[in-house]
């Protein structure tokens, strides 16, 4: 043990012999014994230092044990300081009552057994030092105590800084907030009002639009009155015999025009009234030959004009649909037109029909090798007044309506119809898709079905003969769709061959052929007994008079110059029909 760790001890008693023998006693114990000779001079002791235990003598003169004992308990630092009287065997038990209410613990008596005093003494020795450890140990933990609420407050402090800071920001997340919620609302407003506009804009275009599709209407109506009466007086002009070929050619540029005049309006009038939702189909069952050859009629002569070669490839099979015959003539004959204005002279168009399977659809394909419409105006071209370039087109005529007209008419029978080229100078092909007529609709025709169906009373057997396959092929696709039975061969041996087996009422033949000419070819068949009223036709390109005389005297009936003029060749047909053969030519 440290001299610090030491603990005081009071020793009073008057005796110094008694101090003396106290100090042998407790000095084992190893603490710091304390000397004092009266009561007075153990308060001023205590006055100085700290005691763990008061070890007093009861008998002491002046003041006595109990005296002091008192005075020490009166001073609040001392009251609890243990007190153990030393005293002799004759105290009474008043005395010894008096002395633990004076704070006495305990007592010694005299004659003093070491042992005793010395095990009292440090036991209380024992219980200062376990007090004195209590105290410590407290202090330490108010000190804890304290820097744990110091920590508190710091923490508090950073906390409701922190706090603060997230107050802050979020102050400011919500003013920005309420910001862009303005700017949100203010947006709003003006999107409503752009849409009203819009909207007031989208009407005023309604209106417009519905003024101008009314005064397309009148227009037309107007425009036709005038027409219908020059038409008639063009028509009767044809009739009388003109002399003058100057006055001739006038009332032939009039006819020209007047058609061309009348189907403009007419197209006008047609888009007004499908515009208007006021045309209604006059739909029956409907064979496709049918329309191709009415389409080709009307289209031929502008095709002949300007020198384009057509060929017709059909499925032999007829073909029906169900439609209105007058409004799909329409569309094809738009469709040939177009091909014949949008290509340059001499140009080849094809018309194609064909069945597509599984959808049970007919598709009427019309292609050419013209001007062709570049990938950015393909999409544009069944738009009404649309004209890829008007200089281009006002040179052929036209108001941008007939391929809107031919899609909505497509699209009225059910069908479709889309463009495709491969770009400008390349050509262009337009099909049109058409549902089948239903099975059980064509299983059971109706009556107009069955007379559509009876054969054709112009049909004819037919035999086109020439080494040009292709224009074989196209001539016999045009005599097939008007309805007649037509084989081809493709030389002259053939030919006779052909002839013999087949017995056609006609036959075309081309002059220049291998292996036997046409005059040759002509001059056998006519010469066979079944052959004598076949109407013999020569296709040709060559149109010199000699030529004509060697046809004639070979038994030809016509000839004909390349490119044939198919109504020319319908009305050689027509006219052999009726009269017998020695009347055409
Ligand atoms: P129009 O012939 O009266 O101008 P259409 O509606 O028939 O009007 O055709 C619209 C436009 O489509 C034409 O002006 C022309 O530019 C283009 N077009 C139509 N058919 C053909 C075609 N076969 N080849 C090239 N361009 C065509």
Known sequence: MTARDRVNILLVDDQPARLLSYEAILAPLEQNLVRASSGVEALQKLLREEF???????????MDGFETAAMIHQHPRFER?????????????????????????DYVYVPIVPEILRGKVSVLVELHLKRQELVRANRELEQANAQLALANTTLQAEKTRELEQLNAVLERANAGLAEANRTLAAEVAERLRAEEALRHTHEQLREADRQKDEFLAMLAHELRNPLAPI????????????????????????????????????????VSRITQGKIKLQSAPLEVAAVISRALETTRPLIDARRHQIAVSAPDDPIWIEGDRTRLTQVVGNLLNNAAKYTPEGGQIRLTVELAGPDALVLIRVADSGTGISGEMLPKVFELFTQVDRTVHQAQGGLGIGLALVRRLVELHGGSVAAHSEGPGKGSEFTVKLPLLRRETAAEPAPATQAAQAPSPTARKVLVVDDNVDAALSLAGLLKVSGNIVETAYDGLQGIDAADRFRPEVIFLDLGMPKLDGFGAASWIRSQPWAEDVLLIAVTGWGQEDVRTRTQQSGFDAHLVKPVNFAKLSRLMDQHRSAGRKSVG
């Open 81 to 105: 300081t243990p007190i153990i009287f030393v005293t002799g065997h004759n105290i009474t038990d008043l005395d010894a009552l008096r002395g633990y209410e004076l704070g006495a613990v």
């Open 52 to 62: 763990a235990v008061i070890l007093l003598d009861v008998s002491m003169p002046e």
């Open 231 to 270: 038409h008639s007086a063009v028509e009767l002009m044809g009739v009388k015999e003109i002399e003058d070929p100057e006055i001739r050619w006038c009332r032939d540029v009039i006819e020209r025009q007047t058609e061309q005049l009348h189907r403009l309006v007419d197209d006008l009038l047609d």
